[in-house]
DNA sequence: CCAGAGTTGGCACTGAATGCCAACATCGGC
DNA sequence: GCCGATGTTGGCATTCAGTGCCAACTCTGG
């Protein structure tokens, strides 16, 4: 069990439980979670994500079947689940900015945070494999922008905040801010293709300036 | 065997097979599917999407599981199937729209294909019935989100050639075309959406031309 | 009436996902 | 250091989606 001797058992005198935040029970659980990944990815980059089975994923990991799916709901969720995560992230960056900003700006800086996951030169080759691998099997493509479609939707809520905020509040079937989100990871979906499309040697951040920058919404704000 | 009765075996004295374009044979399966669809969609609203087993559509419809795959290749392929046809004829009349039309134009002219399915006095509370079985249900969601991605790269190919055909290519790797297509399709979802939110009060062609006026592209073209 | 082509339904099997439970480890107090 | 409470694990059984296979049936054409 590489597995038990890696998750880092501290145990402080027993004492006051002396962790940071996250709790240690809480980081002993990521710690899994990172390893499970790890594997997986191996053998989805080795063998395909279909003929990949989560049998082989929990003998790869070092645990049973079972287990794994205590820790991922679901075989796409060990790819794609950390967009929970990282939706969460793109929200309160959104929620946070100035008020008086241009919503297409908010927006941009909101998706800055997938930068670092793509153009971090030591994570590129996996990122670029784990992109194709999303792109190529039609379950986990869905499962993605199933979760983007979720994250648009809470970006969507936070705009109408906003726009409430400012004294504009906009009305629930009007469907502007909804558009204006989806444009924006549109983009988003627009400069993974053209980052794949040559296989990483332009900066990811590039692609999203190319694309963000070809599409605007008609008035600074989604009222007037 | 309601089926039997009702393919319509309308065979003609044996002849010259005399029927009109889709064949004899394509007829009585899109019969079929017709019938298994209206079984599902009917079971859908009363028990839900995952509550209702592929036999509990089978039994309805009357044939056995193992002929409802032979209809559909999946669950989910029963509900999103025709968006692999609707998705043909965006594509067709985006390619036949005039080369100097505006993208955005163009765009709005493929997506009203759409309307008709939804705008429709007689279907109208099957398809809110529909939609809203579709986006409250992660598995039906993504499937859906799925099939409007590959509509969107067979738009990208379409307007890369229309760009081609001008005389002003795109390089593969410009995340343009993808972007612009993506927010057209972005103005769908929130059509959709807003649409819903008021129970189909409004016209759905009018949540599309909302979405879509509150967003253009930044150049009539995405070239220059 | 018969031969061939296509359709059907049943059967067996894989793989994902969930519920349940007994065995085990860990952490607290004593 | 012992012991009960709590939580984690692995195994088992089950459901359901999806696929391959094959024998029985149906319809068409000769």
Request: glycine letters at 4%; proline letters at 5%; charged letters at 25%.
């Amino acid at each position: 069990m590489a597995l038990n001797a890696n998750i880092g058992i501290v145990h402080y005198h027993c004492g006051v439980m002396v962790d940071s935040q996250p709790g240690l029970r809480e980081r002993a659980r990521r710690a899994i979670q990172k390893e499970i990944t790890e594997a997986a990815q191996q053998l989805f980059v080795d063998r395909g994500y279909e003929a990949t089975t989560i049998d082989d994923i929990a003998e790869a990991a070092g645990l049973s079947r079972r287990s794994v799916f205590r820790y991922f709901s679901s075989k796409e969720d060990i790819i794609v689940g950390k967009f929970a995560f990282i939706g969460e992230t793109i929200v309160a960056i959104l929620r946070d900015r100035p008020l008086d900003e241009a919503v297409w700006r908010s927006l941009r800086l909101g998706l800055d945070v997938l930068v670092p996951y793509v153009d971090d030169p030591d994570k590129q080759d996996m990122a670029e494999s784990m992109q194709r691998i999303v792109f190529a099997s039609p379950a986990l493509l869905a499962s993605y922008l199933e979760k983007l479609e979720r994250i648009q939707i809470a970006c969507d809520h936070v705009l109408r905040d906003r726009a409430a905020a400012r004294g504009a509040p906009v009305a629930p079937a009007d469907p502007r801010p909804r558009a204006v989100v989806g444009a924006a990871f549109s983009c988003l979906l627009a400069a993974q293709h053209s980052w794949l499309a040559d296989s990483g040697r332009q900066a990811f951040a590039a692609c999203l300036d190319a694309a963000m920058t070809a599409l605007a919404p008609v008035e600074p704000q989604p009222d007037s």
